[in-house]
């Protein structure tokens, strides 16, 4: 079966320090993989989505990038954190129709 | 662009009373529309999609073009129902889903 992994569970970091949170799937091949950011009071906001290696597509401007390395991994990184980003982190995977299945997220505070 | 409106922040019932959580959409084509679920320490998870038209755990969601809703209804609120549910929209494609603010469901004894 499936499953998909995200780390760190948790994440403090300062202002200005540099992001990275990793995403990683198990049991399937070409995935389709999103990141989305859930702030409180304001549902989930998808970020990047990939549907292949080294591609990326970003749905809103910030200051987050998004990279795939390989098949089953999936990273978002920042060079400099700003406290907006604050909030919590999903990665999802998807077979390729609509449906996706998320990850348990990271609790990311910037300080 | 396509929006998905959940009008109740919270929603508070009482056990063994009927559940209905609100959803309107906005969209221009032919969308699939889907409820998730979050249960209290635990990952954002599928409950229902509407080409499926399942009932999972009690729960059941019709999807009206006409007035452009996908309600989640249960006829009979357990006290394990208490979540969070977001009702999430899709094009179809490999391009996201676009999701509520989502509705906190408790249920009271």
């Known amino acids: 079966s499936q499953t998909i992994h995200q780390w760190p569970a948790t994440l403090v970091q300062p202002v200005g320090s540099p992001l990275s949170l990793e995403c990683t799937v198990e049991?399937?091949?070409?995935?389709?993989l999103y990141w989305y950011r859930q702030a409180a009071g304001r549902g989930l906001q998808l970020l990047f989505y990939s549907v292949g290696i080294g591609q990326i597509s970003s749905e809103v401007p910030q200051n987050l990038s998004a990279s795939r390395p390989q098949d089953r991994q999936f990273i978002l990184s920042s060079k400099k954190l700003l406290l907006s980003d604050s909030g919590f982190y999903l990665c999802?995977?998807?077979?390729?129709?609509?449906?996706?299945?998320f990850g348990p997220g990271t609790r990311l505070t910037v300080t | 662009a396509q929006r998905v409106t959940q009008p109740e922040k919270l929603l508070s019932v009482f056990k063994g009373a009927p559940v209905e959580l609100k959803c309107n959409y906005s969209y221009s084509g032919s969308p699939e529309l889907f409820w998730y679920v979050q249960y209290s320490r635990q990952r954002l998870q599928l409950l229902l999609r509407?080409?499926s038209r399942e009932s999972i755990k009690g729960f059941t969601a019709d999807l009206n073009k006409g007035e452009t809703s996908f309600h989640l209804k249960k006829p009979f609120a357990q006290e394990e129902d208490s979540a969070m549910y977001y009702c999430a929209i899709s094009g179809g494609g490999a391009d996201g889903l676009t999701f509520g603010k989502g509705t906190h469901l408790i249920i009271q004894p």
């Open positions: 509407h080409i």
């Open positions: 999802a995977w998807s077979p390729g129709v609509a449906e996706q299945y």
């Open positions: 049991g399937t091949s070409n995935p389709n």
